[in-house]
């Protein structure tokens, strides 16, 4: 998505080869594919951005074996910009060359161009004002116990997040409510039970090993603030899985019923407290 | 998995003859019986599957001479979405709906549901781990010394603690319903007995072939509630069908017992008075009275006790 915004490319002509090889592949996540890759990639299109509008041009205004430039004499790279995989000339939008049609300024032989780079990203805005950026994400949950039957049911997830910049919306808000279903079923739901006097495992299978389902889930209540204060491309700072939470509801039951239940807070445990069990 | 044979029946008679050959095992819905062939759960594994679902006239619902008749492959999601049935015997539509997942109510049949095995993961646990068992032949139940947070709250049966899981059952308890076989008609009530394995009274090549719920008397309502750990998918920890209104009050439970349970001294507690907070109460008070808890699953009581008061109210609004 960098790539496309940066060098002025259709999103689908952007192709991503991962090194097979390589211990380690950065996805492109909101965990650490946006705040480790992006100031990078972005970089290197930039660098790339700029071969290509060179190459538009040609050696001596010529396009090799595609004939001569569309482009007028005495164009430079400043006159031309791109968009939707093409260089076209400001002044004159339908004199264009396709991106497949270029060839490498540098060597006629080869037809493609490519960029590298690398270095530090800035410093984040906020550590370069002398504060460091200690607050990102907040969470809000509101439960209500029964105190008859010992049920959790989380009626509100609230969640302001600030991740510097969205780039892909769907991704982000996928990204936070992953992370709540992991929180809820760690909170109230989910139980490794092992037998003690064999060591054998009891929860075998999902009717067992109580994994939330989308039933089990509250309406998820997103505010998203784009401060762009982060140090990744466009000042994101991505948004991580820093709202996974292993206590938050407790403490909610903490509140509602006034005793503290050690998570999962399933019923039976609820109850115990309650006195009822 | 291990292999085994399929075949579509024709009819009742060559299922039974099939059946009764001791090395073949009924399918429907196949939601129970496939995950247990998949985990390979029992010491002995079926040669045969006997598909009923091809035997013609076992999926219907229809109402006769006061008699709401179901075929034993009627699916789950028939029933619950059927109009005469959530309106004159709402327990049953509403246990039905409440099965498992939109997916298996969709396959599992009536039958089905009702002659599943018993839900207990020591008994459950692949590869049949823990193989001394009672409900294998064994002689121990695990779950006595070992985690019995889900078993039963009301002792054992035949020393087994595991409990019955069906949702619909409970509800055709409440309902006084019959359950029909290719050979006789049983009370629901007693259809269900501690086997090796089985969890019914079914015999060998005895087949389901219909349930029979009588119609209400007038002004009888019922109403069924589950609690569970989560809203969809799971078993019941409790559940609960309520009859009241126009005679005798019948209230079932399932999942507190190693069979369904009818709580005859609810029933007792609130014969001859109509249904109040006060009343209610006291029926889920009297519903537990002879319970004796295991040492994780005292927290059953209660909602068991909770959930009777509970649906008792629902009807109200059924």
Redesign the interface.
């Known amino acids: 998505m960098v790539v496309a915004e940066e060098m002025g490319a259709k999103w689908e002509d952007v192709v991503i080869e991962y090194d097979n090889k390589a211990p380690f592949t950065p996805v492109g996540g909101g965990s650490d594919g946006t705040t480790a890759a992006s100031w990078v990639i972005k970089e290197a299109a930039a660098a790339c951005k700029k071969l290509v509008l060179e190459a538009a041009l040609g050696p001596g205004g010529m396009m090799g074996r595609m004939g001569p430039s569309p482009f007028p004499p005495g164009t430079k790279p400043e006159d031309l910009d791109t968009a939707d995989s093409k260089v076209f000339l400001k002044s004159d939008p339908s004199k264009s060359i396709p991106f497949g049609q270029l060839q490498n300024p540098f060597d006629d032989t080869r037809q493609s161009i490519g960029a590298i780079a690398n270095g530090r990203p800035p410093r984040a805005l906020w550590t370069w004002m002398g504060k460091k950026l200690d607050t990102m994400n907040t969470q809000y949950i509101e439960v209500a116990v029964d105190t008859?039957?010992?049920?959790v049911e989380v009626l509100r997830h609230v969640v302001t997040a600030d991740p510097g910049k969205i780039m892909r919306r769907t991704s982000l808000e996928s990204q936070i409510h992953q992370v709540m279903l992991f929180s809820d079923g760690a909170q109230l739901?989910e139980e490794i039970?092992w037998?003690?006097?064999?060591g054998?495992r009891?929860?075998?299978?999902?009717?067992?090993y109580?994994k939330?389902?989308i039933?089990?889930m509250a309406p998820m209540e997103m505010d998203l603030l784009e401060t762009r204060a982060g140090n990744a491309a466009y000042g994101a700072s991505g948004i991580s899985h820093s709202l996974a939470n292993t206590h938050i509801i407790i403490c909610a039951i903490q509140n509602a019923i006034g005793k503290w239940v050690d998570p999962p807070a399933?019923?039976?445990k609820v109850?115990?407290a309650l006195g009822?069990? | 998995m291990k292999a085994f044979s399929h075949t579509n029946a024709k009819s009742l008679a060559e299922a039974s003859t099939a059946l009764a050959g001791g090395k073949a095992t009924i399918i429907a819905g196949g939601t129970d019986l496939l995950?247990r062939l998949k985990?390979n759960i029992l010491p002995t594994y079926p040669a045969v599957l006997i598909n009923i679902k091809t035997i013609p006239g076992l999926d219907y619902i229809k109402e006769e001479g006061g008699v709401l008749k179901i075929g034993a492959t009627t699916r789950l999601a028939d029933i619950a979405s059927h109009p005469v049935i959530q309106k004159k015997y709402t327990a049953l539509a509403q246990a039905a709906s409440r099965v498992a997942t939109p997916h298996v109510r969709d396959m599992g049949t009536l039958g089905g549901n009702l002659a599943q095995l018993h839900r207990c993961?020591?008994f459950?646990?692949?590869e049949n781990?823990?193989d001394d068992c009672v409900r294998k032949g064994g002689k121990t139940c695990?779950a006595v010394?070992?985690?019995n947070?889900y078993h039963s709250i009301f002792g054992s049966t035949s020393k087994c603690m595991a409990v019955h899981p069906s949702d619909t059952a409970p509800a055709l308890i409440a309902l006084n319903a019959t359950v029909v076989t290719n050979r006789r008609k049983i009370a629901a009530e007693h259809f269900w007995e501690v086997r090796f394995p089985e969890s019914t009274v079914l015999g060998p090549g005895e087949i389901i072939t219909e349930i029979q719920v009588p119609a209400p008397p007038a002004g009888a309502k019922s109403a069924f509630l589950k609690?569970a750990?989560?809203?969809?998918?799971?078993?019941p920890?409790v559940n609960c069908a309520v009859m009241v209104g126009g005679g005798a009050p019948r209230i079932a439970l399932n999942a507190v017992a190693p069979k369904p349970y009818r709580a005859v001294k609810a029933e007792a507690a609130l014969a001859g008075q109509p249904v109040t907070l006060a009343t209610a109460e006291a029926a889920g008070a009297a519903a537990v009275e002879d319970v004796t808890p295991l040492k994780?699953?005292?927290?059953k009581?209660?909602?068991a006790k909770?959930?009777v008061t509970r649906t008792l109210l629902a009807t109200a609004k059924a």
């Not at chain 1, 008859?148 to 049920?151: I, N, P, R, Y």
């Not at chain 1, 037998?195 to 064999?198: L, P, V, Y």
């Not at chain 2, 750990?229 to 078993?235: E, G, L």
Request: glycine fraction near 4%.
């Open positions: 008859e039957t010992g049920e739901t039970v037998d003690k006097a064999t054998v009891l929860t075998s299978n999902m009717f067992d109580h939330p389902t039933l089990d399933t019923p039976d109850l115990r009822k069990a | 995950g985990d993961w020591y459950r646990k692949p781990r823990f695990y010394m070992g985690d947070r609690f750990i989560r809203k969809s998918i799971d078993f920890i994780a699953n005292k927290y009581v209660q909602i909770t959930l």
